[in-house]
């Protein structure tokens, strides 16, 4: 049974401002870290469905506005329709699939895939991901991405591997993973409303959430046209490094 919301519930609320802003702030340095931040607090005060189902309406106006702020920075056109179209088959069948998914499993491959890509960039700090291998890999990344996303409401293990490994200036990794985002939140939230995991009340406070979460964007941006290429590159590192330990940590104990 799904648990009910109460927005008398001041302290989930209060719980929902702080992880919303703080998840506002890393997407809008970096393009992505909302739903690792925000879901988790969210499963706790409610449950995962509904920390799931809140997240995809803030999810999908976010990433609209990054793409609309950085829309001249889309290198790649192509790659990113590839992204947005594989992205949304994947949500669709997590969003299909959300009760019955291995989770578990697929978590923990996810964390193995980032400790190893993490520790491949310590030891060879140079290695990187061609444009070419890039469009031969897009496909299945996607999928998976979207899958986890539609299933777990987190798809940074996949997608945020893939594209840090291109090296991407920081407004083009924004609005690429932001295509990709956004593609799969417009997938996810006719599926929700048809499988009854999206109802007005969970709606509403998915807007709620909005509120912090439009206000720590623009701090985000800040900070993030503030710092280097190298600084953006290890923060990227960090935030993959803080995913796979969570992802263990959530699976393991």
């Given at each position: 049974m799904v648990?009910q919301?109460?927005?008398?519930?001041?302290?989930g609320?209060?719980?929902?401002?702080?992880?919303?802003?703080?998840g506002?702030i890393?997407k809008?340095?970096?393009?992505?870290?909302?739903?690792?931040?925000?879901v988790?607090v969210?499963?706790a005060v409610?449950?995962?469905?509904i920390?799931v189902?809140?997240m995809v309406?803030?999810?999908?106006?976010s990433n609209?506005?990054q793409?609309?702020?950085f829309?001249?920075?889309a290198?790649?056109m192509?790659l990113c329709w590839?992204?947005?179209?594989?992205?949304?088959?994947g949500a669709?069948i997590?969003?299909?699939?959300?009760?019955?998914?291995?989770?578990t499993f697929?978590s923990?491959?996810?964390?193995?895939?980032?400790i190893?890509?993490i520790l491949?960039?310590v030891?060879?700090p140079?290695v990187?991901l061609?444009?070419?291998?890039?469009?031969?890999?897009v496909?299945?990344?996607?999928?998976?991405?979207?899958?986890?996303?539609g299933?777990?409401?987190v798809?940074?293990?996949?997608?945020?591997?893939?594209?840090?490994?291109?090296k991407?200036?920081?407004?083009?990794?924004i609005?690429t993973?932001?295509v990709?985002?956004a593609s799969m939140?417009?997938?996810?939230?006719?599926a929700q409303i048809y499988?009854?995991?999206?109802?007005?009340?969970?709606a509403?406070?998915?807007?709620?959430a909005f509120?912090p979460?439009?206000?720590?964007?623009?701090?985000?941006?800040?900070?993030?046209?503030?710092i280097?290429?190298?600084v953006?590159d290890a923060l990227i590192?960090a935030?993959?490094?803080?995913?796979?330990l969570r992802?263990?940590?959530a699976?393991?104990?």
């Open positions: 648990a919301i109460s927005f008398a519930d001041t302290w609320l209060a719980a929902i401002v702080v992880a919303m802003t703080l506002g890393l809008g340095a970096t393009g992505a870290g909302i739903p690792i931040i925000a988790p969210i499963a409610y449950d995962v469905r920390a189902a809140v309406i803030p999810n999908l106006i609209l506005w793409i609309f702020k829309r001249s920075s290198a790649d192509g590839q992204l947005a179209v594989f992205g949304a088959i669709g997590g969003t299909v699939a959300l009760a019955e998914l291995p989770s697929l923990l491959c996810m964390a193995a895939i980032i190893a890509y491949l960039r030891v060879r140079s990187q061609s444009m070419a291998s890039a469009r031969k890999s496909a299945v990344v996607s999928v998976i991405g979207g899958i986890l996303q299933a777990v409401g798809s940074a293990p996949a997608i945020v591997t893939f594209l840090n490994a291109m991407l200036a920081r407004p083009v990794f609005v993973v932001s990709f985002f939140a417009a997938v996810q939230i006719p499988y009854g995991l999206l109802t007005p009340d969970i509403a406070l998915g807007l709620f509120i979460l439009l206000g720590a964007l623009p701090v985000g941006d800040w900070i993030g046209r503030r280097s290429p190298k953006f590192l935030f993959l490094a803080v995913l796979a992802l263990i940590y699976e393991l104990l």
